[in-house]
Each structure stands twice: as structure tokens, then as C-alpha cells.
């Protein structure tokens, strides 16, 4: 057994006021392993967006002009980096990674997990966002049924 | 920050091929963590249980002895394949998520560990679809050991 290999701990965060919980239980239960930590935090990618609104007929993002579809994608990316950085900065720890990803949520966090030879993914049970669970299925139930590493389940009450 | 309070590790064993693997996973996760381990099984009514052996036959369980004999055995054997006779066991009956989560919360335990297969009631907390105040309560994190391959195998 490979017993003396650093362990890894990917934990997968969004915009939820639940992430900090997610973030300090994730890194407290890494911190017990000795383990190292990533957060990564996954911008939903447009074409997932326009997929998205391509039904909604009037609303489609083809009407709206391309540089502010891009302006915006910036936008997006730079408050993800910051909001990395701001969870990085509440653990108080220099060692943590942090990684942006666009894309599909539960693909990019399995795709990650890979890259960084993950050995567990730690993400929270709820999301608020209970309008998208029904509409694209919950994230969390997708990585749950695809992991091939262990999954570290933080439980997060609706209201928290 | 307390680097490490995770004291107490619950892991919840069903019968399941994958029940080696569950528990090698969980045991080394509470090495890790310096960090004791209780075995917890929980038998379900023996009504559930034709139902599901009526497939295999031969393998029928007979009565509630039976059942209880069975499950004791079954968590000594997890036991001694991890090798540490310190682990305590507990045998329970009912509703399985009730039961993990109510032993969790008796012990004061920290961590629950399973397998993805037991995991059905979780997806469905997850997913908001289960609306039973105590289950929705749990403060518990729990580390899922993905087992899903194994269980392709046997159905």
C-alpha cells in the first residue's frame, strides 16, 4: 500500500452561502488526513447557457451582440478567481490550490479530480438553487453517481 | 481552527459484495485520523428480506435468529479483515437511514462512512425529495465510497 503518498482533497465550490461551511469542513477533514487541498470552482460555460435559453424564443443569447456575451464571460471568470481566492484566504492556508474550470459543474469536477489525481472530492449536499435541480438535475447527485474516488458529503441545510 | 476533531467514525455495512471494500476504505480514513471506528449494521424487517432473497433461492434466511446470527457474524468477519479488535460492533433493526443517523447521533460520531450503493435515501435528500424533519436535520458529513462497479456484478 501506498500509505506515505501525500493524499489529495478536491473540494468543489459555488456560489452558495453554504460554500464556506463546505470550504472549512472539507479543509478541517483534509487537515486530519494531512492531506493537500484544492478548491475548484466550475463558471458555467456559455455554450451551456445558450443551450440553455435557445427555448426561450424571444430571450435567445444570439440576439444580444457577441462582445458583451464575451464582456460578460470575463466578468464571470474574474469573480470566480476572486471568489477562490477569498476562500483561500479565510482557511488561512498558502499551501491550498486553486483551480477555475468552465464547463458542465459534475463533468469538470470529475475531470479535475482526474488531473489532479484526486484521492477524494468533497462537495455539499444541498444546493439552493433548487429551481436548477429540477431543471438540470442536482450536481452533487451527478458526481455521486459517476465518482470512481471516494466523495465527502458536507450536509447543508435549504436555509443555513 | 482545531485541525482535528474527528474522533469517531461510523461505518454502516450492508450485505453487499462491496462490504470489503467499504470498510478497508473507512478503516483507513480513521488511521488516518487517529480516529476510532464503530461497525454499525442494520437489519432491515424480514418481510424486505424475502423480497429481495426470494431471487437467490437457496439462500433464504428462516427466521429472526438467523438474521441476528447472521449480521453479528457478518461484522466480527469485517472486523477481523481489517484486523483490529478494538472496533466496536452494533447490530440494529429498522429503517436503515433512521438507524445510521440515530446511532451517529447516540455515539456522537463525526464521521459516517458507506458505500455508494446504500445511498439511494441520500440522493433523495440531496435532491430535496425526502421531507422527514430528522433526516433533513443531520450534521454529519459522509464519506461515500463509490461501490457501483461491484454492484453491476451481481444484478
Redesign the interface.
Known amino acids: 500500500m501506498k500509505t506515505n503518498k501525500m493524499?489529495k482533497v478536491l473540494i468543489a465550490l459555488d456560489y452558495n452561502p453554504t460554500s464556506q461551511k463546505i470550504a472549512?469542513?472539507g479543509y478541517?477533514?483534509a487537515?486530519?488526513?494531512?492531506a493537500e487541498v484544492t478548491l475548484l470552482h466550475v463558471v458555467v460555460d456559455s455554450a451551456l447557457y445558450s443551450s440553455v435559453y435557445a427555448n426561450m424564443g424571444v430571450w435567445q443569447i444570439d440576439t444580444l451582440d457577441t462582445f458583451d456575451t464575451l464582456e460578460a464571460f470575463k466578468n464571470l471568470k474574474t469573480g470566480s478567481r476572486n471568489f477562490l481566492e477569498k476562500a483561500k484566504r479565510h482557511l488561512a492556508d498558502k499551501s491550498i490550490q486553486n483551480i477555475q474550470k468552465e464547463g458542465d459543474t459534475a463533468q469538470m469536477i470529475l475531470e479535475t479530480s482526474k488531473e489532479i489525481n484526486a484521492d477524494?472530492i468533497v462537495m455539499g449536499?444541498?444546493s439552493q438553487k433548487?429551481l436548477e435541480?429540477i431543471l438540470i438535475g442536482?450536481v452533487?447527485?451527478e458526481v455521486?453517481?459517476k465518482?470512481?474516488?471516494?466523495?465527502?458529503?458536507?450536509?447543508t441545510?435549504?436555509r443555513d | 481552527m482545531k485541525p482535528n476533531n474527528i474522533n469517531k467514525i461510523l461505518i454502516a455495512l450492508d450485505f453487499h459484495l462491496s462490504a470489503t471494500k467499504v470498510i478497508e476504505a473507512g478503516f483507513a480514513m480513521a488511521k488516518m485520523m487517529n480516529a476510532k471506528v464503530i461497525l454499525l449494521h442494520t437489519k432491515i424487517e424480514l418481510i424486505d428480506y424475502s423480497l429481495i432473497y426470494k431471487k437467490i433461492g437457496s439462500l433464504k434466511l428462516d427466521s429472526l435468529e438467523d438474521l441476528e446470527f447472521a449480521a453479528h457474524n457478518f461484522l466480527e468477519k469485517s472486523k477481523h479483515h481489517v484486523g483490529d479488535d478494538m472496533i466496536q460492533t452494533i447490530v440494529k433493526q429498522g429503517d436503515f437511514a433512521e438507524s445510521i443517523l440515530k446511532t451517529a447521533k447516540e455515539l456522537d460520531i463525526d464521521m459516517i462512512v458507506m458505500g455508494s450503493h446504500s445511498t439511494k435515501w441520500l440522493e433523495e435528500i440531496v435532491m430535496g425529495r425526502i421531507t422527514n424533519e430528522f433526516l433533513l436535520q443531520t450534521k454529519i458529513p459522509i464519506l461515500i465510497i463509490p461501490t457501483r462497479n461491484k454492484i453491476k456484478a451481481i444484478l
Not at chain 1, 487537515?31 to 494531512?34: I, L, Q
Not at chain 1, 465518482?147 to 450536509?155: A, E, N, S, V
Open positions: 493524499k472549512e469542513q478541517k477533514m487537515k486530519a488526513m494531512g477524494f449536499s444541498h433548487w435541480n442536482s452533487t447527485e455521486l453517481r465518482t470512481t474516488i471516494p466523495m465527502f458529503i458536507i450536509p441545510k435549504k
